[in-house]
């Protein structure tokens, strides 16, 4: 029984790394991988390990191709794939851990036109071999579509001389080949080509012929995918709908896999690139990384030697006590695929409790109850090498010495870079292939050795008179200038006049130059009359030559007796075959020094400021130049003492250029303020008598800041402060003047009236008619209430009762101190009063008139507390103390004539408050008590 494992199942990762791009790594063993499973119990009543029928473990598989090497696989999806320039990718997972692996497409390549042209290196719609092999490192796979466009009536050309040349182009920087194409496309449905790319080992073959799989088909249904003829599907605007298909039948055992192409995007008969990105994000959403996670979508190379290596591994399970051994067995597995890649299923009906893996280089798994998947990834590669490549289609000329042979056995001597090996294999294809005419055959030629020091160049020069020149750096000249950094083989290919071709291999051996390394600075200043030393520090063994005939590490030289001189030293390395040479130049002149800088006076804008030059130095002095105006010339005074009135206010770049007999010359720049007159201006609230009147500066200066404020507040008083106030004892029209000054002591002055206005007196009255007046107090009956009222209410802006309750009327059910606010124009009126019940006693009466009804907590040792200090009242006592909003401020259950005015450790605000003693015997007495700061 198979067993798909959901999100909620164990799973094993496991990757054995070692395949690079350029080449394959030593092989390591299928054999060697060996994986042990722990289990809480014996599993081995119940323990299954499966091949997945597909990657991963998923339900169906996608392939996409690109035909006729379109430029657009690479210029197009490639990033909007990967997720580069700004696109967000299109991703699934392996199944073990939400690692992304971008969706892939194919490239399907020829690679000449009918003139026998490369088309990769001539048509801009092409991709070029540099692309190739940046799509083949992304796994991109490629794909053989035959040699020619339209394919030439020679089968055996177009199958397998497209395999030696893009072998050849694919690997011209590489010494050894991974590129190894094992799909082909049957172009343009020359059904004669499929024997003949089954003959060369493809694993599967794209045709139209009627023998082939239609499209798509079920993995389930086929035990061999070694030469598999299928079809394929073009992609259209229902892509999304027919791999949707795909999903729906991917069920029940079975797995759909899915071949779609396209010769492009956006021309005749193809889809836009847009809509194919429509279609692609909704297979994306729907079965990708964000979706379902069901999906793979890979080239049809990894697909197809995934399918035939999961026929050809054997699994070996063996059970000891609890524990599970998983090996693997294999008879001749193919050597030169790109993918060694297998999906696992473990499952039990015992719970898993550990697992360990050897013979990998890395290992990242989980589990967890009692199944696992594991994705295995090894390297099992050893392509043949550029020799072995060359030998085997020897053999094969040797049979079949026809042009089509002989052109693959020249493309894969054309990989063998060895000068030494080339000239053999060029006899070897010489001797072999008499009916094709090879011009290095019979002709020969040498290019001269060199050796060259590292950082020169050499020129290598091929006979004269040849019809064509090819080097190894593509240049198609006689003659080549090179400057390797190490040494370095250059081989150049001729073209005799007559057509013969032949090839010379020539060695630039590069020696290293002394390295310096330290020296004297490169320029250097020496005092008049003095002396200095020139210096280099070399770590090679080395001789010396200055300029001065001097053959030491060091040389000392004079102060120049005008203007600059010019010194070297050459390092010499001494080789066996060769000698390097650097040279070190310096340069020395007369040091004068100076510091020049100078300084002004502060003015208020229309006044003279004076500019004061400020020049040490031990040079003479030539000029003395200002530049006034900031414009960058210094032509607007002379001399050490300048007077100058500025045209406008502000921060002025002020210049001072002073030139010297030397022919030196110093510049200095200063910001030298020019102070403007500052804008008096202010504003003020608080205009009702009785209360403090707030004034507040708005002066401006651009120069400075405002630092100084004189305030005349029209009755005799002043201030100096920034924010200012002033407490006004009649009513009436004041005129308030304020004097700014600056920084800069600039000064502004402005005036403005203040009107002190006398604010309305509030009525209050109680709902019986009984008019009350300040500090009042209103009688109400046990259990009830009264309500006051406010007569005048009609005048004010709004009336608060206690601080909270707005209206004109309040209704007042518990003793306490109260207080009413009118609002008006700006100004307040504030009413005091308290409430009793009826039967109370009174205040002030015989017992409140001896307590102390104000004290001054200002700490100069007068009425700093409250006392309370009569016989009508009995010590111990207990105090409560309310403020006008009937909130408690101070209380104490044994009083001590010790409060302070203070609340919470703050000092309460200037007012009266509202007390209520109660005293040893029972008696309470209440009344009023003020708080004078």
Same mark, same amino acid.
């Given at each position: 029984m198979y067993c798909r494992i959901g999100a909620l199942k164990v799973y094993l990762f496991i990757l054995f790394f070692g395949m690079s791009f350029y080449g394959y790594a030593q092989q390591e063993p299928l054999e060697n991988i060996k994986i042990t499973v722990a289990f809480d119990n014996d599993p081995s009543a119940s323990v299954q390990v499966i091949k997945t029928p597909l990657r991963y473990n998923k339900d169906f598989g996608v392939i996409l191709q690109m035909d006729n090497a379109n430029i657009d696989v690479f210029s197009k999806v490639y990033d909007y794939f990967r997720g580069f320039s700004g696109y967000p990718g299109l991703f699934f997972t392996s199944g073990v851990i939400n690692n992304p692996l971008f969706f892939k497409m194919g490239t399907n390549i020829y690679s000449f036109n009918q003139q026998g042209i490369d088309v990769h290196d001539t048509d801009p719609d092409i991709l070029t071999w540099s692309n190739i092999q940046t799509l083949w490192a992304a796994f991109f796979d490629v794909a053989n579509q035959g040699m020619t466009s339209p394919p030439s009536a020679d089968d055996y050309y177009e199958v397998n001389r497209n395999i030696s040349y893009s072998t050849y182009r694919f690997n011209e920087s590489f010494s050894q080949p991974e590129y190894h194409p094992d799909i082909y496309v049957v172009p343009n449905n020359v059904q004669s080509q499929i024997n003949v790319a089954k003959a060369a080992g493809n694993l599967a073959i794209y045709s139209e012929s009627p023998a082939a799989v239609p499209n798509?088909?079920? &993995?389930?249904?086929?035990?061999?995918?070694? /030469?598999?003829?299928?079809?394929?599907?073009?992609?259209?605007?229902?892509?999304?709908?027919?791999?949707?298909? %795909?999903?729906?039948?991917?069920?029940?055992?079975? *797995? %759909?896999? =899915?071949?779609?192409?396209?010769?492009?995007?956006?021309?005749?008969?193809?889809?836009?690139? =847009?809509?194919?990105?429509?279609?692609?994000?909704?297979?994306? /959403?729907?079965?990708?990384?964000?979706?379902?996670? $069901?999906?793979?979508?890979?080239?049809?190379?990894?697909?197809?030697?995934?399918?035939?290596?999961?026929?050809?591994?054997?699994?070996?399970?063996? &059970?000891?006590?609890?524990? %599970?051994?998983?090996?693997?067995?294999?008879?001749?597995?193919?050597?030169? *695929?790109?993918?060694?890649?297998?999906? %696992?299923?473990?499952?039990?009906?015992?719970?898993?409790?550990?697992? $360990?893996?050897?013979?990998? /280089?890395?290992?990242?798994?989980?589990?967890?109850?009692d199944s696992a998947?594991?994705?295995?990834?090894?390297?099992?590669?050893?392509?043949?090498?550029?020799?072995?490549?060359?030998?085997?289609?020897?053999?094969?000329?040797?049979? $079949?010495?026809?042009?089509?042979?002989?052109?693959?056995?020249?493309? *894969?001597?054309r990989m063998i870079s060895d000068p030494d090996s080339v000239a053999k294999y060029q006899d070897m294809l010489c001797g072999v292939c008499t009916s094709v005419n090879f011009d290095f055959c019979n002709y020969e030629f040498d290019v001269p050795n060199d050796t060259i020091c590292k950082g020169d160049t050499v020129t290598l020069t091929a006979p004269d008179d040849m019809q064509s020149y090819l080097w190894s750096n593509d240049s198609t000249t006689q003659s080549i200038k090179v400057a390797p950094e190490t040494t370095t083989d250059y081989w150049v290919e001729v073209v005799t006049q007559d057509g013969k071709t032949s090839r010379d291999t020539a060695t630039v051996v590069v020696f290293d130059p002394p390295v310096i390394v330290s020296a004297q600075l490169d320029t250097i200043a020496i005092l008049a009359d003095s002396t200095d030393t020139l210096w280099v520090s070399v770590n090679d063994e080395v001789t010396y030559l200055w300029s001065t005939g001097d053959t030491d590490s060091s040389v000392v030289v004079p102060a120049p007796e005008e203007g600059f001189d010019n010194y070297w030293v050459d390092i010499t390395k001494d080789y066996t075959l060769h000698q390097c040479t650097v040279r070190k130049d310096f340069v020395t002149q007369v040091s004068f020094e100076s510091i020049v800088d100078f300084t002004w006076?502060?003015?208020?804008?229309g006044d003279t400021i004076t500019l004061i030059a400020n020049i040490q130095t031990n040079d003479s002095v030539v000029a003395v130049k200002w530049d006034l105006n900031e414009d960058g010339e210094f032509g607007d005074a002379v001399g050490d003492t300048v007077k100058h009135v500025f045209e406008t206010p502000g921060n002025i770049l002020v210049g001072l250029r002073v030139i010297f007999f030397s022919g030196k010359m110093d510049v200095a720049y200063n910001p030298v303020p020019v102070a403007d007159n500052p804008v008096a201006d202010f504003s003020f609230n608080n205009t009702c008598l009785g209360t403090t009147t707030l004034f507040h500066d708005s002066s401006k200066v651009t120069v400075g800041e405002v630092v100084q404020w004189d305030w005349d507040y029209g009755d005799g008083g002043t201030g100096s402060y920034f924010e200012s106030s002033h407490y006004y004892q009649e009513v009436g029209s004041y005129n308030v003047k304020l004097v700014a000054t600056s920084s800069f002591g600039c000064k502004d002055s402005t005036n403005r009236t203040v009107a002190i206005t006398q604010p309305d007196e509030l009525l209050l009255k109680s709902d019986d008619g009984t008019v009350i007046t300040y500090n009042d107090t209103v009688y109400y009956n046990k259990d009830g209430s009264v309500v006051m009222i406010v007569q005048n209410f009609g005048i004010y802006d709004s009336v608060i009762w206690n601080g909270s309750h707005k209206g004109i009327s309040f209704e007042i059910s518990q003793e306490g101190a109260y207080s009413v606010v009118g609002y008006k124009g700006g100004c307040t009126t504030t009413k005091t009063f308290f409430a009793m019940e009826q039967g109370s006693t009174p205040g002030p009466g015989p017992a409140t008139s001896k307590v102390m009804n104000l004290f001054t907590p200002n700490n100069d040792g007068?009425?700093?507390?409250?006392?309370?200090?009569?016989?009508?009242?009995?010590?111990?006592?207990? &105090?409560?103390?309310? /403020?006008?909003?009937?909130?408690?401020?101070?209380?104490?259950? $044994?009083?001590?004539?010790?409060?302070?005015?203070?609340?919470?450790?703050?000092?309460?605000?200037?007012?009266? *408050?509202?007390?209520?003693?109660k005293d040893a015997n029972g008696n309470i007495v209440r009344g009023p008590v003020t708080i004078v700061r």
């Open positions: 798509p088909f079920n &993995v389930s249904n086929f035990s061999s995918f070694y /030469n598999f003829e299928l079809k394929r599907s073009h992609i259209t605007t229902n892509l999304f709908n027919d791999i949707s298909q %795909l999903a729906i039948q991917s069920q029940n055992g079975n *797995y %759909l896999i =899915g071949s779609y192409y396209c010769s492009g995007f956006d021309k005749s008969g193809e889809i836009s690139f =847009g809509e194919f990105q429509n279609q692609m994000n909704q297979v994306a /959403n729907a079965y990708g990384r964000d979706g379902l996670d $069901n999906i793979w979508v890979a080239s049809a190379k990894e697909v197809f030697e995934y399918l035939n290596l999961k026929q050809k591994i054997n699994v070996i399970q063996t &059970v000891t006590n609890n524990k %599970l051994e998983i090996t693997f067995s294999a008879d001749n597995l193919p050597m030169d *695929y790109r993918y060694y890649v297998l999906t %696992l299923i473990v499952t039990s009906n015992e719970h898993i409790t550990g697992i $360990n893996i050897t013979g990998a /280089n890395q290992t990242n798994y989980k589990y967890n109850s998947l594991i994705n295995l990834e090894w390297d099992g590669g050893n392509p043949p090498s550029p020799y072995e490549l060359f030998n085997d289609a020897y053999l094969e000329a040797q049979q $079949n010495p026809d042009s089509a042979h002989c052109l693959i056995l020249y493309d *894969y001597l006076d502060t003015a208020c804008f007068f009425n700093d507390v409250w006392i309370i200090n009569t016989e009508d009242i009995v010590f111990p006592i207990n &105090v409560t103390v309310y /403020n006008r909003f009937g909130r408690a401020v101070f209380s104490s259950d $044994n009083y001590q004539n010790d409060w302070n005015g203070f609340y919470k450790g703050n000092p309460l605000p200037q007012a009266t *408050y509202y007390f209520v003693i």
